[in-house]
């Protein structure tokens, strides 16, 4: 496996690094500001910072997770039915912790610099907190005591922020009779706005079912506006990834989007 993840590793950078260079083209084409140099070159040194926390956590993820899969009175099998109940339930754990970490200003602090970014492209979508991985999986810890595979949770937490990755660009509009099911780049705007009607709304990470039965589900309305209600933090990675934390310590940390 392992001689073939560096090759599988390059070619979903270059996917990825394609459509991001698509998506500038179709900014630039259709006259619409949605790269910023200096906060482009921010995202990028911030998802440098977030995969290599990955690779550091991924010991500690499995770990956790496997410890508290051996205390579960029943072990599920590890087959394609169980990783479909697998995924489903990390959905609604996510949308959870998700929602939590927009209302308890512990939590907030590790959200705070993906809410940051004021324009919306796929190179804001892993503006991912470096030390989120630390957390993350202790909201995963009751599906392992259902008995789900260690490995299968993580996967399922895995793709579900890989699918999460398309949804941050303006370059794809409403998506019909999808809206309100699944999350969507128009939902997601939505979840990214400071506009009054968008704060706090949306936040399935691949079924949006979770918010429509919770009450927080927002259709795209009006014209997004991006970024924290407080405005911009700036350019410097290292201030965006711990800002949340320093005003935490300091008794200022707002929560808000």
Do not use: C
């Not at 602090?109 to 970014?117: E, R, T």
């Not at 392992?144 to 793709?159: C, K, N, R």
């Amino acid at each position: 496996m392992k001689r073939y993840a560096g090759p599988y590793r390059i070619w979903v950078l270059g996917f990825l690094l394609l459509l991001i260079l698509a998506e500038i083209i179709w900014g630039w084409k259709n006259d619409k500001k949605i790269y910023d140099i200096k906060e482009t070159f921010s995202n990028l040194a911030i998802l440098a910072g977030f995969h290599f926390s990955k690779i550091l956590f991924a010991g500690y993820q499995l770990t956790l997770l496997g410890f508290f899969t051996r205390l579960a009175p029943v072990k599920l099998p590890e087959n394609a039915w169980v990783f479909l109940l697998t995924f489903i339930t990390a959905d609604f754990i996510y949308y959870w912790f998700h929602r939590m970490s927009h209302f308890w200003k512990p939590l907030w602090a590790f959200h705070m610099v993906h809410h940051s970014a004021m324009h919306m492209n796929l190179t804001a979508a892993y503006r991912l907190n470096w030390l989120s991985a630390i957390i993350s999986p202790l909201f995963f810890i009751p599906a392992a005591l259902l008995g789900m595979p260690a490995d299968f949770i993580v996967i399922s937490y895995a793709l579900n922020l890989a699918y999460q990755f398309f949804l941050h660009t303006e370059a794809v509009d409403k998506m019909g009779i999808l809206e309100g099911f699944i999350d969507t780049p128009a939902a997601h705007r939505v979840h990214h706005g400071s506009n009054a009607i968008y704060i706090d709304k949306n936040f399935g990470g691949v079924l949006l079912i979770w918010d429509k039965l919770f009450k927080t589900y927002q259709p795209e309305t009006e014209k997004v506006n991006y970024g924290l209600t407080t405005g911009s933090m700036g350019y410097k990675p290292f201030v965006l990834v711990f800002r949340g934390f320093a005003e935490l310590f300091k008794g200022k940390n707002k929560v808000n989007s």
